[in-house]
């Protein structure tokens, strides 16, 4: 399985802008990038996937370099409720692949936001 | 939808004892997964199903048994509680047809302590 690289930990500022990257530097043709997140003592949610092109959505943006070795998950404004680890993910599309559908966390980025 | 729902919440065992994870999702999903945390940690697959009557293993299966008799439930059988399965357990679910792929939705998870 591909891997991902995250730095452990990360700090903001509330209503600032947050850019949490990731390296993904053997990641294959079929391999899509994908960000959860846990807040404490709940379950991951889901925030943001894609595969080549940047994505937007009502949570995040997801920047995917050209090369698709790394990608950077953009908060654009945080807040105290976006405090969590942040899980940067990929995903085999390859439909015929035994990985298919699986997801393989790593320990992901500590994110504080202080108020 | 209630999503994914997990019982019990809390559970202490005693070396030796056995044990059932309940899951259960009222979404459709066709993919139910069962994944384990240790404290510090990102998520590790224990098993995973495609579908009713199919399962496989994930990254740590030992130790561990499923079934999956309806689409809707997903049950994780411990048989011989030992101390390294003190963990906490989240289940997912999600929905693969065709290539395309909707984003696994996580249950509140199950906090397990063997002594």
């Known amino acids: 399985d591909a891997k991902t690289t995250q730095p452990n930990s990360m700090e903001s500022n509330e209503e600032e802008p947050v850019h949490l990257p990731c390296n993904h530097s053997?990641?294959?043709?079929?391999?899509?990038i994908h960000w959860y997140r846990q807040l404490p003592s709940q379950g991951p949610e889901y925030v943001i996937h894609?595969?080549?092109s940047n994505v937007n959505n009502r949570m995040a943006s997801l920047a995917i370099a050209e090369d698709r070795k790394s990608s950077t998950l953009i908060l654009h404004r945080a807040t105290l409720r976006d405090a969590a680890v942040y899980y940067c993910?990929?995903?085999?599309?390859?439909?015929?692949?035994?990985?298919?559908?699986?997801?393989?966390f790593g320990q992901g980025t500590i994110l504080t936001v202080h108020p | 939808n209630a999503g994914v729902t997990q019982t019990p919440k809390f559970r202490i065992l005693k070396i030796g004892q056995s044990m059932t994870l309940q899951c259960a999702q009222d979404?459709?999903?066709?993919?139910m997964y069962w994944y384990r945390q240790d404290p510090g940690m990102g998520l590790k697959l224990i098993y995973y199903?495609?579908?009713?009557?199919?399962?496989d293993k994930g990254e740590v299966p030992n130790g561990y048994n499923v079934s999956r008799s309806t689409t809707e439930d997903f049950p994780l059988r411990l048989e011989l509680a030992a101390p390294s399965q003190t963990s906490v357990y989240f289940c997912?679910?999600?929905?693969?047809?065709?290539?395309?792929?909707?984003?696994?939705?996580f249950g509140p998870g199950t906090r397990l302590t063997v002594l």
């Open positions: 997912a679910s999600s929905h693969l047809w065709g290539g395309s792929y909707n984003e696994q939705f």
């Open positions: 053997t990641i294959s043709g079929t391999d899509y």
């Open positions: 894609g595969l080549t």
């Open positions: 993910i990929l995903r085999d599309g390859d439909a015929g692949g035994t990985s298919y559908g699986k997801l393989t």
């Open positions: 979404m459709n999903h066709n993919y």
């Open positions: 199903s495609v579908g009713a009557g199919i399962t």
